[in-house]
């Protein structure tokens, strides 16, 4: 059966971000040096030519883009400068949104007001809530080691619910749309028959890529891997810290610099900040393929992010220091960051990567070996 | 019969060719055995002997040791018979008194063991010296050159050789079978990949030949007849049949070169079925399309402006059913058509479904790369399955769907139109093959007319005096057409300005005495060199006109034909010198 070919889909990934796709001319140069494609993984080349001639369908059950990390050496070889890594890019914003089935991750990668504005109407919500529904307002009594008792000003166990209610409705959000995911590029196409022990074997797949991003450091570039992942487990750790175990995170006492909840902290801010600086630097430069392009949803993320570490760094420095007003002020603000920063970002944009990337690595991974197990069947029979 | 020489006196030089030669063929060996041949004087060997001090060492021997025969076993002869004809001519010998024996490309090239091929060396040596013996000093003639050319066809070849000509100050007879000049440049709107356009190419042109005097424009006319040969011709020009005045008669002009211009037509689509060319409405030609640009209108024939063009490559051309040539422009043609139709409706989708891209020569990457840029989608398909052409359902946005095989992506796909444009290829006119006798040229098995060399001569042919330019030889652009026809030009110009022209001297002669008038050589002549005497009832060869192929010699009954330089007696020579050894 015949595919409808849409030349005009190229119009609807120009919103994405496009980037010079309809100047390739299919040399496959990009796939030749990119140490991630291989016989049944043809990108960047085949789905850029899916992305041409506008073949939707084909292109909802790709998992291709997410094993790309954009390193960029396939940009720089480009014969045509049509900039293959960009267009990976692109693609996997364009399935992230394809995956979210409330239709909001479009928006937001489509739209910078619909992104902005939602960041500032969440922001402002957080704001209102702090200061209105406060009820013991700026506590300026120390506590005895002399720090500021931030637990009578925003008590942990009420943050604490507040946390888990934003934990469970990102969760929500993002699982419903990794099982999108898997029906788009898995469960949809009926020829492929994964066991249930594929998916139980192949399930180490998606441990270790979430908590390693090993494949990242076959990029000929093994920096971008290092920073990459001192970023990641930074912001990792910080999240499970905060909103995983707030009450042992958010407290009125003062530990000793090397006690484990101060160590683990400052390594956080430590990967963050380091991680931060290199990205924003790379950005602000543009000398690496990787940072030549940058789409409002890469700013906005590290953007959020650089004001969340900055401002929970004084939060911590106010409040060993026993500055009550100081601290209030920055709890509120830190706060009307990190919330829409993670209710935005995580199950809608840029970060929604941090689930897609390794639930795509563990797909693929079925699908190829369902796929092998096909040619060796079909090998088999052609040869009795 | 040529009288043998009391003594002939030979001269043999044999060549190492650096090692090409030398490796192979024992080349003292072979000196020695020469050197006790009859008749031979000196025997010398030498590096290059087609380098100067090798011509030298040949030159001082003819007039130190009162050489009268050459024999140099060397190279080919295509190679280098004209560097040492023109030795013996610097040393005041006739340089038809030379001989070469092809020890190189008929020896040492094709033989490894070195024993037999020194051997066969000897034999073509020997054969070569039996030969030489035998020849002649022969003269080449003269004959006057005619000034005043005649160009078959109008179009942009056919006036830019006019003008070069006229312009040098000498007379033209441009000869189109139209009502206006132009060809098929007149059917254009812009040309790839600069973007002139075709009408003003063509206006500047037409002005100036308007404008000469020295130009005759015969306008809905052909070359009816023609006769003589390089620097005399006589042709007759008539008014197409139904244009002529009661009283016309054709037109009768003296010559001394042609140039045919006669450009091509274009591929029948209707020949290619399942495109639908002729019963789906809305599938036109590439000149179709260039009708409706002209016009400023590009629409479907239900006067909608369309939101989907394909544009079908390589139609007619590239395929075993066809014409297995590339038609060379169309690519080209197609991007451009793609820019058309996107300023025309900036919201129409254009597919580009071609064989390969070939965007070659100046310019024409650029533009390819442009077309990309304004997303026209290419998609390629296989020579041997082509697109298939249907009528969409009435619930789809656009009146045709193309079914393809997509090469790079390796779907099966639909792609929507709403107009199909097939880029018709070039092919040779209906009336190639009468111009072809006419003017005594020979076309290839597409109908094109062959050049007398692809690489070196690619507007002269193998009939003295009649040049060919522009698409006639092949399919080609503007700029190729262009040049083409100035170098023709160029050509004309050169001998016209020497007043006259050198016939080789190798021709037949007819021994009118032994004549029957038997008639057989005139009809095999491949060149129309021969003419019959009916008052004396023999056959004449025009000296001018032939080749000295031999034809005609082989065929005499009454062995009346001499082939100089190849006579009987040179090669029967030649021969018993081959097998001297062997017999």
């Given amino acids: ?384 | 019969m040529a009288e043998k020489l009391k003594s002939p006196k030979i001269g043999v030089y044999i060549c190492w060719c650096g090692t090409n030669i030398a490796r192979i063929v024992d080349v003292e060996a072979v000196t020695q055995y020469a050197s006790g041949l009859p008749n031979v004087v000196l025997v010398k060997t030498y590096k290059y002997m087609c380098s100067n001090p090798g011509q030298d060492m040949i030159v001082q021997d003819i007039k130190n040791h009162k050489l009268d025969r050459v024999v140099v076993a060397a190279c080919s002869p295509i190679m280098h018979e004209r560097t040492f004809r023109n030795a013996l001519r610097s040393a005041g010998l006739n340089q038809y008194l030379l001989e070469m024996a092809n020890i190189r490309e008929q020896c040492s090239w094709v033989h490894t063991d070195r024993a037999e091929a020194t051997e066969k060396a000897k034999a073509l040596v020997h054969a070569a010296i039996r030969r030489v013996e035998l020849h002649e000093p022969l003269e080449s003639m003269s004959v006057k050159m005619t000034p005043d050319v005649l160009i078959i066809g109008g179009g942009i070849a056919g006036m830019t050789a006019t003008l070069e000509i006229a312009d040098a100050g000498y007379p033209v007879h441009l000869v189109e079978k139209n009502s206006k000049l132009g060809g098929n440049l007149l059917r254009i709107d812009l040309t790839a990949p600069y973007l002139y356009s075709a009408r003003d190419l063509l206006t500047e042109r037409v002005t100036r030949i308007r404008d000469n005097k020295l130009i005759h424009v015969c306008l809905e006319s052909k070359v009816t007849d023609l006769s003589g040969y390089i620097g005399n011709f006589s042709a007759s020009i008539s008014r197409l049949n139904g244009k002529e005045a009661p009283n016309d008669k054709p037109l009768k002009v003296d010559i001394g070169n042609i140039i045919v211009c006669t450009g091509f037509k274009e591929f029948d689509a209707s020949r290619i079925v399942h495109y639908g060319y002729g019963k789906l409405p809305n599938v036109i030609t590439s000149f179709e399309l260039e009708k409706m640009i002209r016009s400023g209108n590009i629409e479907t024939k239900e006067g909608k402006a369309p939101k989907y063009v394909a544009i079908i490559h390589c139609v007619g051309s590239r395929s075993r059913e066809f014409h297995s040539y590339c038609s060379r422009v169309c690519c080209m043609t197609a991007l451009k058509y793609a820019h058309e139709i996107k300023s025309a409706h900036p919201a129409c989708y254009v597919s580009d479904i071609y064989i390969d891209m070939n965007a070659f020569g100046k310019g024409n990457e650029e533009f390819y790369r442009r077309s990309s840029e304004a997303k026209t989608l290419f998609l390629m398909y296989e020579k041997n399955d082509k697109p298939v052409i249907r009528k969409a359902s009435p619930k789809d946005d656009c009146g045709m769907l193309l079914e393809v095989n997509e090469k790079l992506s390796g779907e099966q796909i639909e792609i929507p139109a709403d107009l199909v444009v097939l880029m018709v290829g070039m092919e040779a006119c209906e009336d190639a093959h009468e111009i072809a006798r006419l003017v005594n040229i020979s076309q290839d098995k597409d109908g094109w007319f062959i050049e007398s060399h692809p690489k070196l001569e690619p507007v002269a042919t193998t009939t003295e005096g009649i040049f060919i330019a522009g698409t006639c030889v092949a399919p080609k652009d503007i700029p190729d057409s262009v040049a083409q026809a100035r170098a023709a030009a160029a050509r004309i110009l050169a001998r016209i300005a020497r007043g006259k022209i050198e016939v080789d001297a190798l021709f037949s002669e007819v021994k009118e005495d032994l004549c029957s008038g038997c008639r057989l050589c005139n009809q095999l002549c491949p060149y129309s060199a021969i003419e019959f005497n009916e008052e004396e009832k023999h056959s004449n060869i025009i000296s001018a006109l032939c080749k000295g192929c031999g034809v005609c010699v082989a065929a005499c009954p009454s062995s009346a034909i001499k082939g100089r330089h190849f006579t009987d007696q040179q090669i029967l020579a030649q021969i018993e010198g081959l097998f001297a050894e062997i017999l």
């Fill in chain 1, 1 to 384: 059966m015949a595919i409808r070919v849409n030349p005009g889909f190229i119009d609807v990934l120009d919103k994405f971000g496009r980037e010079n796709i309809q100047l390739c001319y299919q040399c496959g140069d990009c796939s030749a040096v990119c140490p991630h494609a291989d016989e049944f993984y043809k990108f960047p080349r085949k789905p850029i030519r899916q992305l041409q001639m506008g073949l939707e369908k084909k292109i909802e059950t790709t998992l291709e883009p997410w094993l790309c990390y954009y390193c960029g050496d396939c940009s720089d070889l480009c014969p045509r400068n049509a900039d293959p890594g960009a267009t990976m890019m692109i693609l996997r914003r364009y399935l992230s949104s394809v995956y979210d089935w409330t239709g909001l991750s479009r928006k937001f990668y489509t739209s910078y007001k619909w992104e902005l504005g939602a960041i500032t109407i969440i922001g402002l919500m957080i704001t209102l809530l702090f200061s209105v529904f406060n009820p013991n307002g700026i506590v300026t009594s120390l506590t005895p080691e002399g720090g500021v008792k931030v637990n009578e000003m925003f008590p942990v166990e009420t943050v604490n619910t507040g946390a888990h209610i934003m934990l469970i409705t990102i969760a929500g959000f993002l699982i419903s749309n990794i099982i999108r995911m898997w029906y788009f590029t898995i469960l949809k196409d009926k020829t492929l028959k994964i066991s249930f022990s594929s998916y139980v074997i192949q399930f180490r797949q998606l441990i270790i890529h979430f908590a390693t991003q090993v494949r990242f450091s076959k990029c000929k570039d093994k920096k971008y891997w290092g920073f990459h992942w001192i970023l990641m487990s930074g912001y990792t750790l910080m999240f499970i810290l905060i909103v995983g175990n707030l009450k042992w995170f958010q407290t009125d006492k003062i530990y000793l610099w090397y006690h484990p909840q101060r160590l683990l902290g400052y390594y956080s801010t430590f990967g963050l900040l380091l991680g931060l600086v290199y990205f924003f630097y790379g950005r602000i430069k543009k000398a690496d393929q990787i940072f030549k392009l940058s789409h409002l949803s890469d700013w906005i993320f590290i953007v959020l992010l650089l004001f969340t570490t900055v401002s929970g760094i004084l939060l911590h420095i106010f409040r060993i220091e026993g500055m009550p007003v100081a601290t209030y002020y920055t709890y509120i603000i830190h706060m009307a960051v990190l919330v829409p920063m993670l209710c935005v970002e995580v199950p809608f944009s840029k970060w929604s990567h941090l689930a897609y990337r390794p639930f795509a690595i563990y797909f693929s991974e079925l699908k190829k070996s369902a796929l092998s197990i096909r040619n060796r069947e079909k090998l088999f029979l052609k040869h009795n």
